[in-house]
Structures are given as structure tokens and as C-alpha cells.
């Protein structure tokens, strides 16, 4: 079953008028028939210095906090006489930002913003400041591409069906003649096949680019690289299935963590090697794509970034342009070090290497560029402010993608 999604469509739903200046509801008054129920406020709202007002009506709340991942934590809100909580942030910088409220200590989402955004379990509601440095992920009216829900087997891990976003450039459907590279793009450790569109905002990314010329039109897959699940939870796909419908048997626990001891990172029977056994032939069957090394890429971030290293470092010779965002390798280990030999006389295009200089994978990612840059790949470094976060990874996206398939 596939399930298409225009971007557009997305682009209304995950961050509807985010390119003005303020991205919240007008105020709303009670209608007769529900003189009972709380106003809809500007919320939130934010002003020409960047400035942000949060607004909740709360009135029989007793203390009310605000949330946001740009280092807020519990803000204290100050109410007014009519009950209706606020307080005023910033400024900040431009970016699509997360945020919740904390009522008498209960979390909550703004309920005047209808843009919200789901990180694995957890929602939050959504805010964007414009600006020149966010402009690679901010909604423009320029061709949309269209997003696909698709189910594909995965013998390797023993599933007979899983489901993955994939991504068709502007004009897929209208120029059936055409052939296109294909960007294999994962996920980190609390994520799932939807974070990519919603919290990377990758389609929006390709659009914005490929409508400047900058990027090729290209095809980009996002699986779930859980392999213990099957479908992202949350979006209400009939009956809410159980865990034990969306779950297979676990994985070994903490394998792609962090700060994991230094053994080997599987791939037997793990979802690296299901993206090359499993997801690539499917793909390659399913849409009109080229079908060599020099028109697949793979990236990822933090465990999609060790899962790109492992099935890079198995495979020599089946991409030709490899990302790493915020993620590490065996470095210095024998069969590691060896691999990097093999991968080197495949005369890669592109080995991009990236962390924030915040990042808790920052040593790692380092590492892993410097040894890369000794074996003669062809290793690039990007360290920019922030932690593991992202921001981070949105802005790694934006600069991976034009160096792709050139």
C-alpha cells in the first residue's frame, strides 16, 4: 500500500504560514453557543525583533511554566486578570523551534497553535522564526515534490511488511521518462521513518534547493531503522494497533549508543544490512531510479550516522557519496581499519563527516574524519554552534545534499 502525500500538503500541515512573520491563529472569541469555552489566543506571537509572546488561558491554574528546546526550561508565566497566562522570550534566532507548556505540573501543548511536531513519543507544539539562516527549511511557494507512505518486506529482519517515507522530486509523475539518484536517509536513536519530513523537514530542504538549481533532483528514502519496529507510532492508522502488532522481537539493547564499549557494530541480520538487502532492491524495482554507486547516496544522523558507517563499510563499491551527521566508527580497530581500506579503492565522491560543536558524538565524528582523511577518502568536516540536536542536522542536510550527484 502507498500512501502519497504532496508536500505542499505537508507544508500546510507541519508549518502553515510559517514564512510570515508571526505563526499563530487570530484571537477568537467564544461564540453564544459555547460562551463557556476558553478563547483561542495569538499564540504564539512573534514580533519584528524576534521577540516571542506565549499566551494560555488557564485561570484556575495555580502556576504555569513554558518549555522550549532554544534553553528554556520552566519559564515561569505571569496571569492576568481575565486568566490568561503569558510571558515574553527572546529574541531568538531564526529556526523551527519545539515548545510545550507546564500547567500546575502537568505538560501541555499551546492549544492556540495548530502546528505541532511528534520527536518517537513525544509532541510538542512548533515554532518558526524566519530568517536568512533558516531559509533552507522554511515553506516557499516554489514546485512541491510529493511524499509517499509505502510498505516494503524486509526478509532480513524477518518482517514480512515495514513501512518508509519516500520522497519524489517536483515533476516524478509528469516526466515518466526520467531516471533519478537516489538519497538514502536515516534517522537517530528516538526517531522513526516520519522524523526526516517532520522534524528534518528533508522534503521541504529538497524543494527549496532543487527549485534554485542548486540541488539535482533526486529521489530520497526514509526508512525506520528500529529494527524492532515496523511503523512509526502516533498517526492513528485505524484501530491503534498494539506494541506487539508494531513490534518485532527487540534488537540487542544500546548496540549503536554513544558511549557504547568498543566492540564491533553488527550488521549480520541488523537493519544495515537490510537497507542494502532489502530496502535498495525494492526501491530500485519500485521507482525509476538509477541503479549504480554513482547515483546512490547514504547519510544519517547519530544511530542512523553509525548505521551509514557499518553498511558503508560492509558494502565497498555500493555508494558513492556517504554522509555522517553526529556519528562515529570503529576507529582503530583491525576489521574496521580494514574496511576503510576496502572503501578508499572504491574511489568514493564524498565522505562527509559533521557535529555541532556542542555534540556529545563531536570526539567521535572527529575521529572518524581524521582516520578517513589518512585512508585517502575523500573526508570533508563541518562543525558548527550547537549541540546534538536538530538544528544541527537540518543545516548538515541543506549543505549535504547540493554535493550530491554532481
Not at 500538503?9 to 460562551?35: D, I, N
Not at 526550561?73 to 496571569?79: I, L, R, T
Not at 560492509?314 to 583491525?334: A, Q
Amino acid at each position: 500500500m502507498i500512501t502519497r502525500i504532496s508536500t505542499l500538503a505537508v507544508g500546510v500541515v507541519l508549518a502553515a504560514a510559517l514564512s510570515t512573520p508571526c505563526v499563530t491563529s487570530v484571537l477568537a472569541q467564544a461564540t453564544p453557543a459555547a460562551a463557556n469555552a476558553l478563547p483561542r489566543l495569538r499564540s504564539p506571537e512573534v514580533m519584528p525583533d524576534r521577540r516571542v509572546t506565549f499566551r494560555l488561558a488557564a485561570p484556575k491554574a495555580s502556576e504555569v511554566a513554558l518549555r522550549g528546546n532554544w534553553s528554556a526550561a520552566n519559564v515561569p508565566m505571569s496571569k492576568d486578570a481575565s486568566g490568561v497566562w503569558s510571558v515574553t522570550v527572546g529574541p531568538l534566532q531564526p529556526d523551527l523551534y519545539s515548545y510545550s507548556f507546564v500547567v500546575d505540573g502537568v505538560r501541555a501543548l499551546d492549544p492556540s497553535n495548530s502546528e505541532t511536531e511528534r520527536d518517537s513519543s513525544r509532541f510538542s507544539s512548533m515554532l518558526m522564526i524566519d530568517g536568512a539562516s533558516a531559509a533552507p527549511w522554511v515553506f516557499k511557494e516554489v514546485p512541491h515534490g510529493s511524499v509517499e507512505q509505502i510498505w516494503h518486506p524486509a526478509p532480513t529482519l524477518h518482517q514480512s511488511q515495514r513501512r518508509m517515507y519516500i520522497y519524489l522530486p517536483p515533476g516524478y509523475h509528469s516526466h515518466p521518462e526520467r531516471k533519478y539518484p537516489v538519497l538514502y536517509l536515516l534517522h537517530g536513536g528516538s526517531g522513526d521513518e516520519d522524523s526526516w519530513v517532520t522534524l528534518g523537514r528533508a522534503a521541504v530542504i529538497l524543494d527549496n534547493q532543487i527549485a534554485a538549481g542548486t540541488t539535482s533532483p533526486m529521489i530520497v528514502v526514509m526508512p525506520n531503522g528500529n529494527d524492532n519496529e515496523t511503523v512509526s507510532q502516533g498517526f492513528g492508522l485505524g484501530p491503534t494497533p498494539s506494541l506487539q502488532q508494531l513490534n518485532a522481537p527487540p534488537p540487542d539493547p544500546g548496540r549503536f549508543a554513544l558511549n557504547a564499549p568498543q566492540h564491533p557494530e553488527p550488521y549480520a541480520g541488523a537493519f544495515p544490512e537490510s537497507l542494502v538487502k532489502d530496502i535498495i532492491p525494492f526501491v530500485e524495482q519500485t521507482y525509476r531510479v538509477n541503479t549504480d554507486a554513482a547515483h546512490r547516496a547514504v547519510a544519517g544522523l547519530s544511530m542512523g550516522a553509525a548505521q551509514t558507517v557499518v553498511a558503508t563499510a560492509n558494502n565497498p563499491g555500493v555508494f558513492d557519496y556517504i554522509g555522517v551527521f553526529s556519528g562515529g566508527g570503529m576507529v582503530g580497530d583491525p576489521a574496521f581499519e580494514s574496511q576503510l581500506d576496502a572503501l578508499a579503492s572504491s574511489k568514493l565522491a564524498l565522505y562527509w563527516t559533521g557535529a555541532g560543536d556542542d555534540d556529545i558524538a563531536r570526539l567521535r565524528t572527529n575521529a572518524l574524519y581524521k582516520r578517513a582523511k589518512e585512508k585517502g577518502l575523500p573526508a570533508t568536516y563541518r562543525q558548527i554552534p550547537g549541540g546534538h540536536t536538530w538544528p544541527v542536522w537540518r543545516d548538515f542536510l541543506a549543505d549535504f545534499a547540493p554535493r550530491l550527484f554532481r
